[in-house]
């Protein structure tokens, strides 16, 4: 059994990307893992401001939601990035809560290429939907994913579900 930490960074709670975590979140726990949904739709969290603080062995200085999922993340085994795809690429608010990983970061005394973050091991995945369906519709959201989230962070890979042309949930094609 795995432990699963979905953040969901669309805003609209019936929107499409809402309804693919539904859906991923069932399959999951019918497959006998545990999940947890976190919306950033109702829990705030705010950009990193660079201030380093967390760098020096203190809690992040912004009072936000952030604080309260930083340990979710920690016990987690695989985390699940959900978005819309909103002007070529993820949410403002999931951008945001990626950016904060920094202060989960431990110190790596022995830096290889003079980078000095050491981030959790953990496996990710990708969900993401789009009204339209061209073949470069993702091209941007998923760069940003696997640079930030698979290469910098170094979590594992474990697939990518990019749901294109699924119209609009308002009525509108």
Known sequence: ??????????????????RLVQAFMEGAREAGHETELVSLMKTEVKGCLGCNACRYGKPCIQKDGFNEIAP???EADLVVFASP??????????????ERFYCIARED????????????VKDSALLMTSADNFFWTFEQAVSYYQFAV?????????????????GDTNGRP
């Not at 005394?109 to 959790?120: C, K, S, T």
């Not at 697939?159 to 699924?166: I, K, P, Y």
């Open 1 to 18: 059994m795995k432990k699963i930490l979905v953040v969901l960074g669309g805003g609209r709670p019936k929107g499409n990307t809402a």
């Open 150 to 166: 698979v290469n910098y962070i170094e979590f594992h890979d474990r697939g990518m579900l990019l749901a294109g042309g699924c």
């Open 85 to 98: 795809l909103y002007f070529w690429t993820i949410s403002s608010r999931l951008k945001a809560f990626i």
């Open 72 to 74: 979710k993340i920690l």
């Open 109 to 120: 005394p022995d830096p290889p290429f003079g980078r000095y973050e050491n981030y959790p």
